[in-house]
Each structure stands twice: as C-alpha cells, then as structure tokens.
C-alpha cells in the first residue's frame, strides 16, 4: 500500500469510529493488556527494577488502527530511517549533518561518520568531564574563596532546558554543589539568580553549543563583570561546553575548563553530553552514567523492538492518530511527579523545534498538519487551573499522563497515594465523562426541580470520551528519567519520519534573530528605516516616551 492509501484509509477509518464511546472498547477483557507495552519487559525489569508501562488502551485506536498505523510508519520508512541515523550518516539533510547524540549515551559503542571512528574523542571527553566533576564535587577545584558551593549554568534552548529540567527531575540525588540556570536575556533572570549567591564560590558554566547565541553571551558578560568585582581571576572559575572551540578561547577560557561537542549533537538532543555537566556535577558521575544507561536502554530497545512492541513508534503512532489524522491541534503532557515540572517545557522544544515544519525533506509543501503544540503543567496543579477546558471545552486535547509508582519520601505515601488517585481519576473521567441522567441526580440531590433543574444538569454533563494515555514508572531515578527523555526523543523521531519532515533543523528560529539585531540600535535612537512598519514604529515610540518620562 502507498503512504497515501495508508493515510486514506485512517481518515476513513476515523469516521468510523468517530462515533464509538472509548469505553465500549473494554468489553474486551484484553484491551488494556493489548493496547499497552512494557519497556524493557518483565525479565531485564527484575535485574534493573525499572520496568515502565505505556497503557494507550484509553484512546479510540483498535486493532484496524494500530495496524494500518503501524503500515504506515514503515511506509513512511521509520525503521531504515533510524538505522540510518544510528549509522551516523547525514540524516539531518538541510544542515548536511549526522544525527548522533545516541553515541553520547553509548560511549562503549562504535560510530563512524565518514569512515572516521567518532568514539574516541566521545570517550575522551566524558573522561574529562567526570574528572572535573569529582574535583568540584570533592573540593579539589576551588573558587578564591574556597570550595565551590554553587554551580551557574547560562545557557538557553537545548543548553538551558535539558540540564535544568533534569536536574530538578533528580533533586533527591543531589549531593553536589547547588546549581542554578540563567537562559533569558532579560536582566531580572541574572540579577534574580545572583543576588544569593557568593562571587567566590561560584563556578559558572557557559554553555552554547555555537558560543554566538546573544542572550547566552549577553549573561556570560555580566556574570564575569559580577564576578570581577570580588574576584582577582574570574576566568579560573569559569568553564565552557561547545562546539566552537576559537570562541571560548577568546573569551578567556582556560581549555582543560572547555568541553567540547561536534555539530552532530542538535543543541536539544545535548543532554546527554558535555551539555549535562551541571548535572553531572550536581548527581555525581556515577548516577549520570544511570542516565546515559538508561537513554542507551531505550535506543537498543527502539532499534530491536518489533513496531507492535515499541514503546517509541507506539506513543509517535499514538501522537500521529490524534493530531494528523483526528485533526486535534495540541496535546498536553501532564506529569503527576512535581520534579518533572520542566519536562513539558523541555518537551515544548524537544517536539515543537523539531516537527513545527510545514516544508518535507524534499522541500514541498507538507500535506498534513505537523507537530500539535505541546504544552502542559505538572498534576494535581493543572487540575486547579486548565482541566476545565479538558473536560468540558468545545476542543479536544489529547491527554499524555507521566506518574511514578512510588515517591521519593517514604514519609509522605499518603502524599503519593493522593496523588495517583488524582491521575488514576483523570484519565478515568476524561473517558468516561459523566451523562445526563447522572447530572440530573445531582442537580435534584442539590434541590433543583422544574426548568432550573434542567438547566443545572447541563453544566453538570461531561462529554468524556476524551483520549489520554499514561506512562508509570516505579520510580523518577537517574535511569529512568534516561529512559523518559530517550523515549520522547525517539518518538519525536518517528513522528518526523512518518510527517516526512527533517526533525533536526530549526530554520524557524533565525529570522526573529535577524530582526532583533536589526531592531536594537533603534531602541537606542537609531535612524528608522522608511519602511518601518506602523506598529513596530508606535511600540518603539512608547518606549521612548517612558524612557523620557522616567
Ligand atoms: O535558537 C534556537 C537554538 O539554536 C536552539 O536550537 C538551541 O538549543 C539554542 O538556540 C541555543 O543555542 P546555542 O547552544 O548555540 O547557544
């Protein structure tokens, strides 16, 4: 079958079960079992302890969905696609780039790109990490003001959000110096993050994988001007992770302090790297190692797997049923697990810079919707604020809920139990809904009768039918969050391949960039070009009249 039969036969397979209530679906006894996997599977769980469960049985896809689902991602090309990345070759077409950042994670593997063997100069560089983040960690790297008690990492994107949102996702592992992230150009972010902390025993990290990026080299100048106040050599505490190695050295720093990454890592597939040391250093090498293994896990899992069983290709089928074919426009990731609070931002970039593209590889028009908009806050929060609009808005959004068997405080399990009562009952109302017979009981239990008894019942109904699906996890530890992000980044992936779109570009971003450059100087009472238009020029105008004023 063609990629466009394929597609065809999921819109007409939509209108079919359009109509069908999820929760008919369970009078099979087997639904949950079969529309669900397990990851890595009973037996490798029990040496490791860290079995997931993907359960996307509460979703309207059946046994003729999954199917031609599964048709069309190898249509699509899905497995030679991801042994031509795992290969090294230059997948990432627009940039001529290798797509590698899985060689990170597997620094015992082999990977040659171009003929070239890249794992030694990989493993060279780990090495040197963890050699600094033992001497940090253990004192043996000093500030002038003795041992380093905070960690600074500036950065922004994928040199921002992946080290901050893991670690907060490991806090309970931290036994390293504190670490604080500085992404935003805007001055209260730096200011905010350093009026706490000590010049003297602070180690600040620039991370920027092209060492160009504006609001990164904007707050690495101000944090050395802070630090060049208490300190006689701010350069000795500062360090570097990038790609561009003629640019470090030129802003001073020292290269046993500059760890080094080749442009066959995309900045938010950087983690797992030199991109991670702040996390290195706050978890300690050996916990990182969990992270990379448990990354590594999931690619040996998605490169082995058959589709019906793969955890990646199911939750990208998943994704591309709800937003390609049922048309819904976002989705929302919804962690019950407080420590995840920045994975739907790191998810927001991770999928929306990815597959936010309407041009296919071959540079023509893309014929479906491509990435949903992401978004997404941590349960039982959102439940309090936008589940409203989940259950009873007029658009559906597809439910992604992440939760842990078992928190991290033994002390506090009635804390935990509440919590997955809460995303136990979610998922429950979002497909069963609540009719309106049962809204009418409870409206006359609350004394309503006649007309204002119907009319109270309505507000009461809840359509339900509504698709989510959830992954548990026994526990957030360094491995599994390895395994979550891995995953993510494969089913990102796959999505691309299916969409027919290059997931590791991100042309998008530049011309906000070329605009902001060119816009500055007028901030600063530059000539205005003629064509200025209207409403850039009134904007500008206020500020300058505020500027005057104050
Ligand atoms: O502007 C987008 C982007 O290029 C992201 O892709 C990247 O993660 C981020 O900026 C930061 O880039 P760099 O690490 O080069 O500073």
């Known amino acids: 079958m063609t990629l466009s039969t394929i597609w065809d036969r999921l819109d007409a397979q939509a209108g079919r079960v359009s109509a069908r209530a999820i929760a008919t679906l369970f009078h099979d006894r087997n639904r949950a079992a079969a529309f669900s996997v397990r990851f890595p599977g009973p037996s490798a769980a029990a040496v490791h302890g860290e079995e997931m469960l993907f359960d996307f049985s509460k979703t309207n896809i059946d046994e003729d969905t999954l199917e031609l689902l599964i048709e069309l991602a190898i249509a699509a090309g899905v497995q030679a696609r991801r042994d031509a990345m795992f290969a090294g070759r230059r997948i990432n077409e627009t940039e001529g780039r290798a797509v590698l950042h ?31 983040a ?33 670690c907060l996702a490991l806090a309970p592992y931290h036994d390293g110096p504190r670490c604080h992230f500085i992404s935003n150009v805007d001055g209260a972010h730096a200011a905010d993050t350093l009026k706490d902390l000590d010049p003297e025993t602070t180690l600040v990290i620039v991370a920027s994988k092209t060492f160009t990026t504006i ?7 101000t944090v050395r001007g802070w630090m060049a106040a208490r300190v006689s050599d701010p350069g000795a505490q500062f360090a570097a992770l990038s790609s561009a190695l003629d640019r470090t050295a030129d802003f001073g720093i020292a290269p046993e302090r500059v760890f080094g990454f080749e442009d066959w890592v995309g900045g938010r597939y950087s ?33 082995s797997a058959p589709l019906r069983a793969n955890l990646p290709v199911l939750l990208a089928l998943v994704g591309i049923w709800h937003a390609q074919v049922l048309g819904h426009a976002t989705r929302a990731v919804l962690p019950y697990d407080q420590r995840l609070a920045r994975l739907p931002a790191y998810l927001q970039q991770l999928e929306m810079e990815s597959n936010g593209k309407s041009v296919t590889m071959s540079g ?26 989940i259950h009873q808005g007029t658009q559906v959004v597809p439910c992604e809920f992440l939760v842990a068997a078992k928190g991290h405080e033994p002390e506090l399990a009635h804390h935990h139990r509440l919590l997955l009562a809460n995303v136990l009952a979610q998922s429950k109302a979002l497909m069963e809904g609540r009719g309106i017979e049962a ?31 959830t992954l548990i996890y026994p526990r957030l530890t360094p491995r599994m969050l390895g395994q979550i992000v891995a995953l993510y980044e494969h089913r990102v992936f796959t999505e691309g391949v299916i969409l027919g779109i290059n997931s590791f570009d991100q042309w998008g971003v530049e011309l906000g960039k070329e605009l902001a450059r060119s816009l500055e100087p007028l901030l600063a009472g530059g000539a205005r070009p003629e064509a200025l238009d209207g409403s850039t020029a009134q904007l500008l105008d206020f500020v300058a009249a505020v500027r005057l004023s104050v």
Do not use: C
Request: net charge negative; aromatic share 6%.
């Open 102 to 132: 899985t060689a990170l994670r597997n620094p015992e593997g082999k990977v040659a790109l171009d003929g070239q063997d890249v794992m030694p100069g990989l493993r060279e560089t780990l090495l040197r990490m963890r050699g600094f």
């Open 134 to 166: 033992r001497e940090v960690r253990g004192g043996g790297f000093v500030g002038q003001g003795g041992a380093i008690t905070d960690v600074v990492n500036i950065g922004i994107g994928g040199s921002d959000l992946g080290p901050a949102m893991a």
């Open 215 to 221: 609001e990164t080299m904007t707050n690495a100048e």
């Open 271 to 303: 983690v797992w790297g030199p991109i991670g040391l702040s996390l290195m250093i706050a978890i300690g090498p050996e916990r990182f190692d969990d992270f990379l293994a448990g990354g590594a896990a999931m690619d040996a899992h998605f490169r």
């Open 364 to 389: 023509q028009d893309v014929a479906r919707p491509t990435g949903p908009v992401v978004w997404g806050e941590p349960g039982t929060n959102g439940q309090h604020a936008f589940y409203q609009l």
């Open 439 to 469: 809204a009418r009981a409870i409206a006359e239990k609350a004394g309503f009768v006649g007309d204002e008894l119907d009319r109270q019942a309505r507000h009461r109904v809840f359509p339900g039918n509504r698709p989510s699906t």
